[in-house]
């Protein structure tokens, strides 16, 4: 499962969702979009705990967060 | 399993917001189309933009919008649920639409207790004119027109206005947020929650003043901006609840 769905063409690669994560798990890649911005991108998923705490933060919400949780 | 816990509130549109990077006025949209959504507002919702860099906010909400003169939002929604009382209203104003060129308005809405809701972003510059000199702007703030800092002596003292108008009688509701980070901006979305409550209590006027930032006319990166508004701004105009009538069964009235 995809914990983070990240809407590249909305971001504006202000870097908030970066600042706000404490796990390390977002950067801003060297890529851009039609906007001409660089995206978040996520570089650790494997440290992500769905926290959304990188959404709350995103004025743009170009991030949807979704958590495994048992059946 | 999987489940969805954050995802774009239903009430915003899919159109990308026109804002700067790292701009909070989109913070502050979506908390207004969380908080709506629960309450379960939806149909029923009229917002009034203002004149400022939020003038397009008709783009983003998809409720009936109407974009006001400079300042008159507070006139023209006063109308608006007037004549429709079912309707939930807000107001979305910048500190130069409210507190500068729309004080009158305001501050008559306020004490007339006009049972509508009203977002203050208080960025403490004008942003879409290009970074001058705000009411709002704090004491040694450089902007555009107080090019060596903001001086009490020759520009004025900064006005508060959650402290002003809350020694009215009219008003239900006042409180100022912060959306420096993710503590403020859950804090800053349970007052904008109360704010529409009380207008469905029919309990009057509420506003809520969101410390906000400008990073473009700060000279700042959206990070740094954010710094700057936890630092200086709350020190400024302190966080809280400055005035709460109540709601019903909850034994204030
Ligand atoms: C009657 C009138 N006077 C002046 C202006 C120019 N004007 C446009 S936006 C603005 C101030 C905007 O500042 P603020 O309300 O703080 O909003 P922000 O852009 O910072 O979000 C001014 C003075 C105008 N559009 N109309
Ligand atoms: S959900 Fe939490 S842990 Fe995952 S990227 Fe966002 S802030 Fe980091
Ligand atoms: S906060 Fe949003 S707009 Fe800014 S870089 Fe992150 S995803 Fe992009
Ligand atoms: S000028 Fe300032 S207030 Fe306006 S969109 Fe840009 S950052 Fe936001």
Known sequence: MKKLIISENLCKGCGLCVEACSRGVLSLSERTNAMGYRVTECVAPDKCISCACCAVMCPDCVIQVHREVKA | ?253
């Open chain 2, 1 to 253: 399993m999987d489940k969805i816990v954050f995802r774009k509130p239903p009430l915003l549109t899919d159109a990308p917001m026109h804002y700067c990077p790292g701009c909070t006025h989109g913070i502050v949209h979506r908390l207004i189309a969380e908080a709506l959504d629960e309450l379960g507002e939806f149909e029923n919702v009229i917002g009034v933009a203002p004149v400022g860099c939020a003038v397009f906010a008709y783009n983003y909400f998809k409720c009936d919008m109407f974009q006001a003169a400079h300042g008159r939002a507070p006139a023209v929604a006063t109308g608006i649920k007037r004549a429709r009382p079912d309707s939930t209203v807000f107001v979305y104003q910048g500190d130069g639409d409210l507190a500068s060129i729309g004080m009158a308005e305001i501050v008559h809405a306020a004490a007339r207790g006009e049972n509508m809701t009203v977002v203050f972003i208080n960025n403490g510059i004008y942003g879409m004119t290009g970074g001058q000199m705000a009411p709002t702007t704090l004491e040694g703030q450089k902007t555009t027109t107080s090019q060596s800092g903001r001086s009490a002596k020759e520009h004025g003292n900064p006005i508060k206005v959650c402290e002003m108008l809350s020694a009215l009688t009219g008003p239900a509701y006042i409180a100022r947020v912060s959306v420096h980070d993710v503590k403020a901006v859950k804090t800053a979305r349970a007052a904008l929650v109360r704010g529409f409550a009380m207008q469905k209590a029919e309990r009057g006027f509420s506003l809520i003043e969101i410390l906000s930032t400008c990073p473009t006319n700060f000279g700042m990166t959206p990070q740094q901006a954010l710094c700057w508004v936890r630092d200086h701004g709350t020190a400024a105009y302190p966080l809280g609840v400055y005035k709460d009538i109540g709601l019903p069964g909850e034994g204030r009235e």
